[in-house]
């Protein structure tokens, strides 16, 4: 309760070794990719991400471990065949 989903600030922040999401999103607006409305403050893209694979089906959402460990992906946030764990974390 109250936790939100993680925002990596450093690669050292990635430390999981399965695709699980994160709070990044272009959904406002395609390529804009934000966390909480503000400008992401690192990211490490997998080589050719984010794609825009299918312009009417906009993959939004940002996934940790794509390819290789700690690189990302962008994917449909809410595919039915898609599902990833998402870590959280919550101000002490």
């Known amino acids: 309760k109250g936790a939100l ?10 430390p999981y070794k399965v695709q699980t999401w994160h709070a990044a999103t272009d959904a406002a607006a395609i390529g804009s990719w934000r966390n ?8 490490n893209w997998a080589e050719g991400e984010p794609s825009i694979w299918d312009p ?3 993959q939004e ?9 700690g690189l990302w992906d962008n994917q449909h946030c ?14 002490i």
């Open 5 to 14: 989903p993680t925002e990596p600030m450093t690669s050292n922040e990635q």
């Open 36 to 43: 909480d409305g503000r400008p992401l403050v690192y990211s």
């Open 56 to 58: 009417n089906h906009p």
């Open 61 to 69: 959402c940002a996934v940790i471990n794509y390819d290789q460990l």
């Open 78 to 91: 809410h595919h039915q065949n898609v599902q990833h764990p998402y870590v959280c974390q919550k101000g």
